[in-house]
Nanobody
Framework: QVALVESGGGLVQAGGSLRLSCVYSGAYIFTINTMRWYRQAPGKQRELVAHITSGGSTNYADSMKGRFTISRDNAKNTLYLQMNSLKPEDTGVYSC?????????????WGQGTQVTVSS
């Protein structure tokens, strides 16, 4: 199995920055390919924030492009999300997601989430 633990959330003023971390561990971490950050704002559905493959290819939701950067350090088993120029609408619970193939089956894993609150 794979466990994901996020940290780095908190309260920040608009225009500020935060860096989220997601440490992954477990017997199957060698199977992880894609990792993503999702967020869920109050009263809204969960949305994809950013995506990174094992080869380092990245993709972002349009509203995050130029402000957020996803990265991963496989030596430290850690996924990051650097968030700059934060806006009140970035408020939400940010969750880490990982997936990979194991014995021919796609397996997915979620962290518990970390709260980000951006004040105006």
């Amino acid at each position: 199995q794979v466990a994901l633990v996020e940290s780095g959330g908190g309260l920040v003023q608009a225009g500020g920055s935060l860096r989220l971390s997601c440490v992954y561990s477990g017997a199957y971490i060698f199977t992880i390919n894609t990792m993503r950050w999702y967020r869920q704002a109050p009263g809204k559905q969960r949305e994809l924030v950013a995506h990174i493959t094992s080869g380092g290819s990245t993709n972002y939701a349009d509203s995050m492009k130029g402000r957020f950067t996803i990265s991963r350090d496989n030596a430290k088993n850690t996924l990051y999300l650097q968030m700059n120029s934060l806006k009140p609408e970035d408020t939400g619970v940010y969750s880490c997601y990982a997936e990979g193939l194991f014995v021919g089956a796609l397996r997915s894993y979620w962290g518990q989430g970390t709260q980000v609150t951006v004040s105006s």
